[in-house]
């Protein structure tokens, strides 16, 4: 069946510094990949998205590209700043509209 | 403000009780979901609709019930509440679906505790 695997967090980094969240995934057809933001004591928030091989997603300075041979999907950011401290979901949907949740890693960024 | 608003933001409930969650969109969304999001598990799917009068189950649905009577609305009925069911539970709505461009838009979630 369709999964999503992402890195254990939390990942803890200073202000500036690079970010890499890696996300693999498995899945059946062409799926969707997807990164989702959530701040504390908030809902998700659609970060960025790519829907096919080699698609680039980027938004607010993050990206992450489509790689269908190692089905991986990884977030990445130049520049850390403390206000990007949030948990960050990999996601994908192939074949239906049901999205396919990674569990999450938590960001923390000292100032 | 256009969104996905969620009622209450917090409950707590007694084992056997039961309950219903709240969930309105303005968006004319036709998609609508309900997620739990629990620790080390991500969100996983209890029940979605993809227009008013058409529901169906996802990963977890024991134990939950919905109806979509309307566009807007979606609430979560819990049945019987057991102490499994404590929760971060979140509405998300979606005008075309997750393969839209906008992706889902989520409420900010009912915490939801049972004793």
């Known amino acids: 069946g369709n999964s999503v695997t992402q890195m254990e967090g939390p990942v803890t980094l200073s202000e500036e510094a690079f970010l890499t969240i890696n996300c693999t995934y498995t899945a059946t057809g062409y799926p969707s990949l997807f990164w989702y933001v959530q701040y504390p004591g908030e809902g998700l928030q659609l970060l960025l998205k790519a829907t096919k091989a080699d698609d680039k997603g980027s938004n607010k300075g993050f990206e992450a590209t489509y790689r269908k041979e190692t089905t991986s999907f990884h977030l990445e950011k130049g520049s850390v700043q403390v206000s990007d401290s949030a948990v960050y979901f990999c996601?994908?949907?192939?074949?239906?509209?049901?999205?396919?949740f990674g569990t999450g890693t938590r960001l923390k960024v000292l100032a | 403000n256009a969104g996905v608003t969620q009622t209450p933001k917090f409950q707590v409930l007694k084992t056997g009780q039961s309950m219903t969650l709240q969930c309105a969109q303005d968006m004319n969304h036709e998609y609508m979901s309900w997620y739990r999001q629990d620790p080390g598990m991500g969100l996983r799917l209890i029940h979605y609709s993809v227009g008013a009068g058409i529901t169906d189950q996802g990963e977890v649905p024991n134990g939950y019930n919905v109806s979509r009577s309307t566009t807007e609305d979606f609430p979560l009925r819990l049945l019987s509440a057991a102490p499994s069911q404590t929760s971060v539970y979140f509405c998300a709505s979606s005008y075309s679906g997750p393969r839209g461009g906008g992706g889902y838009t989520f409420g900010s979630g009912t915490r939801l505790t049972v004793v």
């Open positions: 996601a994908l949907i192939s074949g239906t509209y049901k999205y396919i």
